[in-house]
Every structure is written in C-alpha cells, then in structure tokens.
C-alpha cells in the first residue's frame, strides 16, 4: 500500500488498516506500507503500528 499522498490519518483509517492485515491474514502477514509522508509515519508510529505494517 502506498500512502504517499496521505497528509493525515483519522481513526477510521486506522482502523482500516487494522481490518486490511485481518484480511491478509493477521499474525502472518506481512503487510508494507511504502512512501508514507513524515506526518503519516508519526501517526502510525505514535499508534505503534510500526509492530503491525513493515514501514518503508
């Protein structure tokens, strides 16, 4: 997924993101978010989404 052009994140995002690694298989999955913006990738660190997403 990329979120490039992704300047903020509410909690429904969030929340979607969550639902998109239950659907890719939860514990084993290995979903990438690529290119995300300085602002984005504060949130996702903030809400310790970077255990969840691999961050690139």
């Known amino acids: 997924m ?4 992704t300047k903020q994140l509410d909690s429904a995002a ?12 939860a514990e084993g999955a290995q979903v990438t978010l690529r290119g995300a913006s300085r602002q984005v990738r504060q949130i ?3 809400s310790r989404f970077e255990r969840l997403f691999n961050l690139q």
């Open 2 to 5: 990329d979120p490039g052009r």
């Open 14 to 25: 969030l929340g979607l993101l969550l639902w998109l690694r239950e659907q890719a298989g």
């Open 44 to 46: 996702l660190e903030l």
